[in-house]
């Protein structure tokens, strides 16, 4: 089992970004990761981002806005 995170534009669309996002063994790392890289993630031109265990939507899409 692992955890990631898909990235996504604020219209739900796919973005790329030069960021590896990486697989976490646990649904609290991939939190973890992403409370300290969100506004990284954000400048780079995400717009929101969706938890996914395996292939299943764990929850989101999040908006990486910090309005």
Do not use: K, N
């Not at 992403?34 to 993630?41: A, F, K, Q, T, Y």
């Amino acid at each position: 089992m692992s955890w990631t995170w898909r990235l996504e534009a604020r219209d739900g669309g796919p973005v790329t970004l030069d960021v590896d996002i990486p697989e976490f063994p646990s649904q609290s790392d991939a939190e973890s990761w992403l409370g300290e890289v969100w506004r990284d993630l954000a400048d780079a031109g995400a717009a929101q981002a969706t938890l996914l265990e395996d292939d299943r939507v764990v929850y989101g899409p999040m908006s990486l806005d910090a309005g």
